[in-house]
């Protein structure tokens, strides 16, 4: 088992390519140090067997969580998450869906937080454009944010950095090859 658990819910493939992305990020500088899981096909043993986890998600329809998740959340009810570092992806369409972009991102980080988690990963709202979400808090997000409709061309560069940023907020740089 590596160090890492990155679990991903997709219903377009969109979440799924980024979570490759982000395990692909990792195995350059550390091969093995991500397992990658979709959360459709996780059991809650699995899930809570890492002390360092990365999540994505989308945000579904008007605001909502990815099915997956939605299903895969009430399993961990009453787990204790205390101590565990949660570092959260989220993908969404700031410009069709500017009133709840990265909502899933929020609803996710407020799940985990109940069950005791931190959550690292904060990233800056700079560079977007919405009106609202569940997902940002004091002008960061609650985790990256990717709007592969409107700026798929920051996809990569934001991932590279983030990879790194969670990689010290986890202190994990010394596990580097």
């Not at 609803?107 to 990963?121: F, H, N, Q, T």
Request: proline share 3%; net charge negative.
């Amino acid at each position: 088992m590596a160090l890492i658990g990155l679990f991903f819910g997709s219903s377009t493939g969109h979440t799924e390519d980024v979570a490759d992305e982000i395990k692909g990020e990792f195995d350059k500088l550390s091969p093995g140090l991500v397992d990658l899981h979709n959360i459709g096909a996780t059991t809650p043993e699995q899930f809570l067997s890492y002390n360092y986890l990365i999540c994505g998600i989308p945000t579904w329809n008007t605001g909502q969580l990815q099915d997956d998740w939605e299903f895969f959340l009430p399993k961990i009810v009453g787990s204790n998450m205390t101590g565990k570092q949660i570092a959260i992806f989220g993908l969404g369409d700031q410009n069709g869906y500017g009133f709840n972009f990265l909502d899933a991102v929020g609803l996710l980080a407020e799940a985990l937080l109940e069950k005791g988690s931190d959550v690292v990963g904060l990233w800056s709202t700079d560079g977007y454009q919405f009106n609202e979400s569940l997902g940002e808090y004091e002008g960061k997000f609650l985790g990256l944010g990717i709007d592969e409709d409107g700026q798929p061309e920051l996809t990569t560069p934001r991932v590279k950095q983030w990879v790194a940023q969670i990689r010290k907020e986890f202190k994990l740089e010394e596990a580097a090859v």
